[in-house]
């Protein structure tokens, strides 16, 4: 038998971008956002550590930017250069997975 009752249950309602501190709630497209994370191990710097930093759309874009730029930097002196290509970090497009959220 099934008994039917009010269930209060925890889940996330919105996703605050922890740079710019906005919603990442975007109108009819739920919550839209980037989570750049980290987990050091062993023998590394930050040994135990765990990073967990979330974007909105501009910001993240913005976190690519910078990330380009520093990529171009550090090859300047390459014979060929290490220029990133406008796809950098990009690994499919026109993947509309929903989820959910």
Known sequence: MKVIGMVEIEGVSDVVCDVCRLTTRVNGGGLQFATLQAHWGYGSKHDGERWEIHLCEDCFFQAVAGLKQERRTQGLFEENGA?????????????????GG
């Open 83 to 99: 220029i990133p290509d406008d796809d950098f970090g990009l690994i499919a497009k026109d993947d509309f997975f929903n989820d």
